[in-house]
Each structure stands twice: as C-alpha cells, then as structure tokens.
C-alpha cells in the first residue's frame, strides 16, 4: 500500500484518520530524526573515542559479547538500537524502504498494537537467538573469522522490524511465498552485488522468517477463537 492509501481504497476523510491509521509509523519516523538531530550518528566501532553522543549510543547498541558479560543490558539494548542509525544511507533506508511502505502498510490493513508488538518483539527474538548462536558458536570455534567478526562491531538500527513486517505482510499475501522471496534475492543482491555484510543479510532474513511464524500463529489464534464462537 502507498502510504496515502486506504485499505477499503475507499480513502480517509481528513488528516487525523489518516494519522490515527498509521501513528506508530509516524511516531517512530519523526523519532529517528530526532534522536540524529539531537546525537548524530553511531559508531560502529571506536566507540570510546568522540564527544558523549557518540559515547552514549555505544553504551545503548548491541554487543554481542554482552550477552555472556552483561546479559541484561544486552537484552535492554534490544529496544534501544531501533532509534539509532550508523549513517546517512542506514537512515534513509530505514525511512523510505522501511516505514514508508511495508511498516506503514502492514500498520494500516491490522492496526497499530500488532504492529508495535511484531516490530519490537522481533528485536527480542533477534537478540536471544543471534546472541545466543554466535557466542555459541565464537565458544567452539573462536579461530575462524566469520563467527569472531560479529563481536567486533557495534548492532543497530530500525531494519530488523521493518523485515519482521515484510515477513507478516507476506504471510497475509495472496502469494505468501513471493514477498518472502523478495526478501531472500535482495539479501542475495545485498550480499554479493553491493557487498553488504554478511550478518546483516542474515539477521534480515531471520527476522522475515519471525514475522512470518507470528502471523501464521496469530491467524491460528482467531480461527480457533472464531470457531469456539461458532460452536457455542
């Protein structure tokens, strides 16, 4: 859906329906460019070195070695570095290709609360499940680059939501497995055209894959609750 558009196509009577059809995504929106306007972008790495807004969004983006150091504060991370971008192009992917279609789509056809919850809920999962997989991994295996590298850098951004929704969008598709195969060839072109990180491509395509699974146990959840309806 474009983000002027109404699911009935039948259109919005005013400025306030329309806001009230999507005031998470604009929130969230107006919020990241605050934050960048008030602290200036994150570092990813080098985090010690720089005035206290750099300093700050180190100490609140995700670690991974945190989770076997700092566990709770790991965990706590998973709902700050929604709001902090690392550059320019991380933002302005965040806001056009994230917020401006599938986040502000998926919030307009199933309402603002399912949307909130699958956006940050995806941020929890991604944090148990990377966090505990490559410290798992770094455990048995801490000679090869490939697991140690994630431990290097700082994790942020608002991209792992915006996937989660795609996942969701797809499994309320028509075509359930097309805009979930979308995901996997822009990772593809990510990874070997644009030379995108590697974790990144992989941490997208996890979080489409959650956002799939929710959705399919949320339609579960009202059939059954519609057929106990029916039944009574």
């Not at 959840?221 to 039944?231: E, F, G, I, P, R």
């Amino acid at each position: 859906m474009w983000p002027w558009s109404h699911p009935t196509r039948s259109g919005y009577k005013g400025f306030l329906p329309w806001l009230n059809s999507r005031k998470f995504s604009v929130f969230y929106l107006v919020a990241i460019w605050v934050v960048l306007a008030v602290l200036g972008f994150a570092a990813r790495r080098n985090c010690d070195e720089g005035p206290w807004q750099v300093v700050l969004q180190c100490d609140w983006s995700m670690w991974m070695a945190e989770f076997k150091t700092d566990f709770w504060h790991f965990m706590a991370t998973s709902m700050t570095i929604p709001w902090i971008h690392n550059d320019f192009v991380h933002i302005l992917f965040v806001t056009i290709f994230g917020f401006l279609f599938p986040v502000q789509s998926f919030e307009a056809q199933y309402g603002s609360k399912p949307t909130m919850l699958i956006y940050f809920s995806s941020y929890i999962f991604i944090a148990l499940f990377n966090g505990s997989l490559f410290n798992t991994l770094v455990y048995y295996w801490p000679d090869i680059p490939l697991f140690s590298h994630a431990f290097s850098r700082a994790w942020m951004g608002g991209s792992v939501g915006i996937f989660a929704l795609m996942g969701g969008l797809s499994y309320f598709s028509s075509k359930k497995w097309f805009l979930y195969g979308i995901v996997f060839v822009f990772e593809l072109f990510n990874f070997f055209i644009l030379g995108n990180n590697i974790y990144i491509s992989f941490i997208h395509v996890t979080s489409s894959s959650y956002g799939w699974v929710v959705c399919w146990l949320w339609e579960r959840s009202v059939q059954k609750k519609q057929a106990k309806l029916q039944a009574a």
